[in-house]
């Protein structure tokens, strides 16, 4: 298993800046993923972040607006950029874990943003 | 890419009652099939799962179906009790760039009233 701290548990925001997620994974993993989650819908794959290589991001969502730090196997951040009301969402980060069932996933506790 | 479809979004059922989701995927390469619960403000948890070479799993009140060449997969429960009461996902893991990623369904809002 893999025991994922994530933060800010959650956080308001004025529309037109950023805000910096932090993800931390008592393990070393692969890949980490990024979700969104808007109020009562599913969960979107926003990227992928491989330690040492730039993330991979998935159709509708762009670096610029969604840069991705992946610094080392335990750590990555998520920033959302410029941000306005349609960002309110909740953010999960997601991993892996090598070995037995190698494709089962964990995720942190998410982010709650709210843009005002 | 893949596409998972969830069916019904909401799902009210009586204490003791059964209940079953369904999801159909779209890539016929995706070879892992897991259902996430998830309680209200709280993270997805990992409630059973299925690979493509099997066509049935049961963790005792729950079960998962598969059927390949239909593209399709379903969570069963049985004997429901109020503590069922969550969003039900599924998911289809397609490999891509060397590596998986899960793509998720909508979601099943399930109530269960004692």
């Known amino acids: 298993s893999a025991v994922i701290s994530q933060k800010p548990s959650r956080d308001i925001c004025q529309r037109g800046t950023s805000l910096t997620i932090q993800c931390q994974v008592d393990?070393?993993?692969?890949?980490m993923f990024w979700y969104r989650q808007q109020p009562g819908q599913s969960l979107t794959l926003i990227a992928t972040?491989?330690?040492?290589?730039?993330?991979?991001?998935e159709s509708g969502f762009v670096i610029d607006k969604f840069p991705i730090s992946r610094p080392n196997l335990t750590f990555s951040t998520l920033t959302v950029s410029n941000m306005s009301p349609e960002d309110s969402s909740i953010y999960l980060c997601?991993?892996?874990?090598?070995?037995?069932?190698?494709?089962?996933?964990?995720f942190g506790q998410g982010t709650r943003l709210t843009v005002v | 890419g893949e596409n998972v479809e969830q069916h019904p979004s909401t799902l009210s059922v009586q204490e003791g009652d059964s209940a079953v989701i369904k999801c159909t995927y779209s890539?016929?390469?995706?070879?892992?099939f897991p259902w996430y619960k998830q309680e209200l403000g709280k993270r997805p948890q990992l409630i059973i799962d299925?690979?493509?070479?099997?066509g049935e799993k049961k963790d005792q009140r729950i079960a998962v179906t598969l059927n390949k060449t239909a593209k399709h997969f379903s969570l069963h429960i049985t004997e429901t009790q109020p503590e069922d009461s969550a969003v039900y996902f599924c998911?289809?893991?397609?490999?891509?760039?060397?590596?998986?990623?899960?793509?998720f369904g909508a979601g099943t809002r399930l109530a269960v009233h004692p």
């Open positions: 299925i690979r493509s070479n099997v």
């Open positions: 998911a289809a893991s397609t490999f891509s760039g060397g590596y998986n990623k899960l793509i």
């Open positions: 890539d016929s390469a995706s070879n892992y």
């Open positions: 997601s991993v892996t874990v090598p070995g037995g069932k190698n494709t089962e996933a964990f």
């Open positions: 393990s070393q993993v692969t890949m």
């Open positions: 972040a491989n330690q040492g290589s730039e993330a991979t991001y």
